[in-house]
Nanobody, 116 residues
Framework: VQLQASGGGLVQPGGSLRLSCAAS????????IGWFRQAPGKAREPVSF????????YYAPAVKGRVTISRDNAKGTVALQMNGLKPEDTAVYYC??????????WGQGTQVTVSS
């Protein structure tokens, strides 16, 4: 299984970035898929997650209203559109795929830096 994340970079406060993750080696529609982030000196935390079942995705309170997650089961991809970025959004962002409580895959991470 591979999760290939891309789209990170340096952006000014208030700017936007779109992260993408391409999955291979798994039956994509059977997995919950989403994004976590880890800032220096802090624990990894969830940002947004799309479940396999119908229903609203999860957004962390810190990003709700500023980010949108979208998945394409046919292509095996998930994207995270981030708007109104703040310096506190600076972190390494990781793509994650989960199935049940045991199966858990991680991508390699992509750096997002929000700075003027």
């Amino acid at each position: 299984v591979q999760l290939q994340a891309s789209g990170g970079g340096l952006v000014q406060p208030g700017g936007s970035l779109r992260l993408s993750c391409a999955a291979s080696g798994l039956t994509f529609e059977n997995y919950g898929i989403g994004w976590f982030r880890q800032a220096p000196g802090k624990a990894r935390e969830p940002v947004s997650f799309s479940r396999t079942s119908d229903g609203a995705p999860y957004y962390a309170p810190a990003v709700k209203g500023r980010v949108t997650i979208s998945r394409d089961n046919a292509k095996g991809t998930v994207a995270l559109q981030m708007n109104g970025l703040k310096p506190e959004d600076t972190a390494v962002y990781y793509c994650n795929a989960k199935r049940g409580t045991i199966i858990d895959y991680w991508g390699q991470g992509t750096q997002v830096t929000v700075s003027s």
